[in-house]
């Protein structure tokens, strides 16, 4: 892919669900030439991840994988295994998120291929690391957001620990590692052409993603719990129901906070002491909340998004994915891509580089779609 910043970089992708697949689609977004390997038959897990379905494909699974090419290898089979080393030492990166050790037994982890290919950029990602008692458990999403705090902060104070609805610590980790990876190939660069391992745990990059809730327990001690849609810091920074629909309003600082007062009709409570600055909005906030729904259930909630967003209050509907995809088209952003030869649609990559082309959409591969290519290539 000409005019790519990864352009000419071969990663060798053994990873399958989603925290590894999603850092090589990056990669392969930014011009790289990703090659999935996957179990003969199955493949990868997420393929059969549905309903949804496009034909005999689970959406679940084009959600981390366009852009790649497919060959399928039994690491278990020594003909096999021969093609898997000879696609790592190819490789410039290599990506995996096996159980750790298992790569190991496979004569396919770090110490074994950087002494045949030291340029190699190893990226490993495991659920709780790769050391000590963590190394043998398992680890999914839903595991990692209830045991590392994210489902006890999250939902309504008086309701049930509530996951996000996406699986957001594997998007985290992903990203993580797609940084890692990309500052090893930078130091490579400048470091004689050698390459090092990266290595990410899902439970690190949660515990990450607690950002202020984790600094607020380790500076003050303090053990957040839940605030349905209330911000623990600020106020007013939550959901309010008008007439008809409920809409979030987020006014971040005193100033959008008078802002607010004066476009809804309520000047009064600028100067009531109870909320004339943030702390002391946020310790009054259920009373601020009462006197704010008061006045918006008065109006339709387009009329008040239309008046606030006019003062530049951060405000908005709480839209479904539809209706998310319907504003970004509004917006003038262009953010779905299609392939024109087969009608496969789906998310382009959100990163716009003003020196590169995008990468053109393509269907994610089926299962060993280009495993004699890839073997033919190989063995030149």
């Known amino acids: 892919?000409?005019?790519?910043?990864?352009?000419?970089?071969?990663?060798?992708?053994?990873?399958?669900?989603?925290?590894?697949?999603?850092?090589?689609?990056?990669?392969?977004?930014?011009?790289?030439?990703?090659?999935?390997?996957?179990?003969?038959?199955?493949?990868?897990?997420?393929?059969?991840?549905?309903?949804?379905?496009?034909?005999?494909?689970?959406?679940?699974?084009?959600?981390?994988?366009?852009?790649?090419?497919?060959?399928?290898?039994?690491?278990?089979?020594?003909?096999?295994?021969?093609?898997?080393?000879?696609?790592?030492?190819?490789?410039?990166?290599?990506?995996?998120?096996?159980?750790?050790?298992?790569?190991?037994?496979?004569?396919?982890?770090?110490?074994?291929?950087?002494?045949?290919?030291p340029k190699l950029v190893y990226c490993s990602i495991s659920a709780f690391g790769d050391q000590g008692e963590g190394a043998g458990l398992p680890g999914v999403d839903l595991l990692i957001q209830a045991m590392a705090g994210w489902m006890h902060v999250t939902g309504q104070a008086d309701g049930p620990p509530t996951k996000v609805g996406m699986a957001v610590v594997d998007v985290l980790a992903g990203m993580y590692a797609t940084s890692g990876v990309l500052a090893a190939l930078f130091q490579r660069a400048g470091n004689g052409g050698v390459g090092q391992r990266v290595h990410v745990s899902l439970y690190e990059a949660a515990l990450s993603g607690l950002i202020n809730l984790a600094s607020g327990h380790l500076l003050t001690g303090d053990d957040p719990h839940r605030n349905g849609n209330r911000h623990p810091s600020i106020a007013p920074y939550e959901l309010f129901h008008a007439a008809d629909r409920p809409f979030v309003l987020a006014a971040v600082n005193d100033s959008l906070f008078a802002r607010t007062c004066e476009a809804i009709g309520r000047p009064d409570l600028v100067d009531d002491p109870r909320f004339d600055t943030n702390p002391h909005r946020r310790i009054n906030v259920e009373d601020l909340a009462a006197e704010l729904e008061r006045t918006f259930r008065t109006r339709p909630a387009s009329e008040w998004v239309e008046l606030l967003r006019g003062e530049r209050v951060p405000v908005g509907d709480v839209n479904t994915v539809a209706e998310a995809f319907e504003l970004a088209d509004d917006l003038g952003l262009d953010v779905v891509g299609e392939d024109a030869a087969t009608g496969f649609r789906g998310l382009r990559s959100p990163i716009q580089l003003s020196a590169s082309t995008s990468v053109p959409l393509t269907v994610p591969p089926d299962i060993d779609a280009d495993g004699d290519s890839i073997r033919r290539w190989l063995e030149l």
């Open 1 to 117: 892919m000409e005019n790519q910043p990864l352009d000419g970089l071969i990663v060798a992708d053994f990873a399958r669900i989603l925290a590894g697949p999603l850092v090589t689609q990056n990669l392969a977004d930014l011009g790289a030439r990703v090659i999935k390997v996957e179990r003969p038959g199955t493949g990868d897990d997420t393929r059969s991840w549905g309903p949804p379905f496009r034909g005999d494909m689970a959406t679940y699974f084009t959600a981390f994988n366009r852009g790649k090419e497919s060959i399928a290898l039994d690491l278990k089979d020594p003909e096999d295994l021969a093609v898997a080393r000879r696609l790592a030492e190819r490789a410039d990166v290599l990506v995996e998120n096996f159980r750790p050790g298992l790569m190991d037994g496979f004569g396919l982890g770090y110490e074994s291929l950087a002494s045949s290919c």
